[in-house]
């Protein structure tokens, strides 16, 4: 290949021939705008620009242009191609909203492994490695319109809407009667005045000051609060208000861009919800008069003490429960060839939409099951019984091992379990959950519950309530979500709610025996009651005051888990009967 060096060129017209071999020679394009003058090595048709071996080379292996249509030296126009004609490879009508790092170029990729929108650029420069998944928008925005991710996403938006605006009105309220109170001090500290002689003027200014400069401080804190809600209730509404809009016109780029970014601001203002709890601690006023100034008030320097009581708004999500009619889609067989015993379906977990796992106590086994074929596809020994799985990453499973005082990690790829290492906890642990990295563990002798890092740190521990009485007996399994966590409780025939703190904030009783646990998008849960004389499933309000008996007359249903995409539960039993013990069954919700 010809270099012609680095020099300053000209500007060439639309279209400039080869002549004889003594004339000039077709060069590359793109190092010519930087003035480096190479020889042609092939012509891209997408670009309409010939390119150098070093430009063909990147242009294969870029994600953007990696399936350009490309021809070589002996196809390749013989001119110097500068584009006259509009671009028939022009970005989709819905693919018009400027990047936010590179401002000249348009978002058209998702990258499935960051969660992120991106440019050709972003592309080029940060998503090339192996964890990263990244897809051309159109290509998998088709079924965006009126989709699983767009009901779910309209519901959390109208859910965290309702919840600042119920902030708000608690503020107002709290407003009022801080107010209130700080009236009711003022005529306090007058009647006592009152009670006294003017000899005490100096003193009544002084705590009459004092009342005031608290209660700037509190209005100051209280007005930044309302403003906080106002503020997000506005993005959430405008949010909401795109996305139906750009559903209703079926812009399916768009839309799915908007989702996710709606995604990104329900996250953000999660956190203001907890934030919001402390509403800057805000006061309510209370005079305690000083009795010794009555009779012998030369000896004092005061009036009285101003105290204050913090009001916190009380912020609940909304327990709404919508009715839910399932219909039965059949059953998976859990039983394989290397069994020998029946199965005992403990713990299930979806780490995908079409993945499940179970842990088969009798079989001291884990095993993945496709369920669109309602097949195994593979199964993992452990050299002792298990009793839960939870999904702690997207390649990555945490198993209880009670005998072994263990929790075994796995991971999963290519349809394969592969056990990776364990971690030593102090006690029989059967139930377990992973929440956002964290995981919650349940533990029978003595009964409690313990938050822990993944590498086994605990962060806390939890056996009484405020009362100094124990909170659980025979915690079974525990769920959670971004404000509670749930603990079905065989004994105490209930179903036990926390919050991270761990303060028991609500309790659910059953009249049979509570076990498997399963939550869902809108907030609520459903529960399995494996009681032989009940055998039912419950839908649980997410403040535990509600619940909705979806399924009965099953057969000891014991472990359970949902499938928010696909809508679909899964139920495995508890029973010495082999022709159902060894089946989890399927109920798809309508």
């Not at 051309?136 to 779910?152: A, F, L, Q, R, W």
């Not at 009795?291 to 709404?320: C, H, M, R, W, Y």
């Not at 703190?501 to 998008?521: C, D, K, R």
Request: a positive charge.
């Amino acid at each position: 290949m010809a270099a012609f060096g680095r020099k300053a060129c000209q500007k060439f017209p639309s279209s400039m021939y080869i002549g004889s071999g003594e004339d000039f020679e077709i060069f590359c394009q793109p190092c010519d705008r930087d003035d480096i003058r190479l020889s042609a090595f092939c012509f891209c048709v997408d670009c309409e620009e010939h390119l150098c071996e070093s430009c063909f080379n990147h242009h294969k292996r870029a994600k953007p242009s990696r399936h350009h249509t490309l021809l070589d030296k002996h196809n390749m126009p013989k001119s110097l191609q500068v584009s006259s004609q509009p671009d028939p490879h022009a970005l989709p009508g819905g693919l018009t909203k400027p990047c936010s790092t590179h401002k000249k170029e348009m978002i058209k990729f998702y990258c499935h492994g960051h969660n992120a929108l991106l440019c050709s650029v972003c592309v080029t420069l940060n998503h090339q490695s192996a964890t990263c998944h990244v897809d051309y928008i159109p290509d998998i925005s088709g079924n965006t319109v009126n989709s699983n991710e767009y009901s779910k996403i309209i519901i959390e938006i109208d859910t965290m809407t309702g919840i600042f605006k119920d902030t708000a009105r608690n503020l107002k309220k709290m407003t009022e009667k801080s107010n209130a109170s700080f009236k009711d001090v003022l005529a306090e500290i007058k009647k006592f005045r009152k009670e006294i002689n003017q000899r005490l003027d100096a003193m009544e200014k002084e705590a009459e000051n004092a009342a005031k400069s608290l209660k700037k401080d509190n209005d100051q804190r209280l007005k930044t609060a309302q403003a906080t809600c106002d503020d997000v209730t506005k993005d959430l509404q405008e949010s909401s208000d795109t996305i139906k809009q750009l559903n209703t016109s079926k812009e399916a780029d768009k839309l799915f861009m908007e989702l996710k970014n709606a995604e990104q601001l329900l996250k953000e203002n999660e956190r203001k919800i907890s934030q919001l709890t402390t509403a800057g601690d805000v006061k309510e006023y209370h005079f305690e008069l000083n009795l010794d100034i009555s009779t012998l008030f030369e000896n004092k320097k005061s009036l009285g003490t101003l105290t204050t009581k913090a009001l916190k708004p009380q912020i609940n999500v909304p327990a709404k429960l919508q009715s839910k009619q399932f219909s039965y889609q059949g059953k998976v067989n859990a039983r394989t060839s290397q069994d020998e015993e029946r199965c005992w379906i403990t713990g299930m977990t979806l780490p995908t939409s079409d993945i499940l796992v179970a842990a088969d106590c009798k079989n001291e086994s884990i095993k993945m099951i496709n369920i669109n074929s309602y097949s195994i596809i593979d199964q993992l020994q452990l050299h002792t019984n298990p009793w839960n799985v939870t999904t702690v990453s997207k390649d990555k499973l945490a198993v209880t091992l009670p005998v072994s005082k263990e929790i075994q990690f796995v991971s999963f790829s290519s349809n394969r379990l592969k056990k990776t290492h364990t971690v030593k906890v102090e006690a029989e642990c059967n139930g377990i959950y992973c929440y956002k990295e964290q995981l919650i563990m349940l533990f029978q002798s003595p009964a409690k519950l313990q938050i822990t890092d993944l590498k086994g740190k605990v962060l806390k521990s939890i056996t009484k309530n405020t009362n100094k009485e124990d909170i659980f007996s025979q915690p079974m399994h525990v769920t959670a979500s971004s404000s509670s966590i749930y603990v079905s409780d065989n004994k105490k025939k209930a179903v036990i709610q926390l919050n991270w703190q761990g303060e028991v904030t609500g309790t659910h009783s059953v009249l049979g025996a509570p076990a498997g646990l399963a939550m869902l998008a809108d907030g609520s849960f459903f529960l399995s009651d494996y009681h032989e004389d009940i055998c039912k499933i419950q839908n649980i309000s997410s403040d535990c005051t509600r619940g909705e008996v979806v399924l009965k007359d099953l057969k000891r249903p014991f472990a359970i888990c949902w499938c928010e995409a696909n809508k679909t539960l899964y139920i495995s039993s508890f029973t010495e009967n082999a022709s159902v013990a060894n089946f989890v069954q399927v109920y798809k919700m309508s």
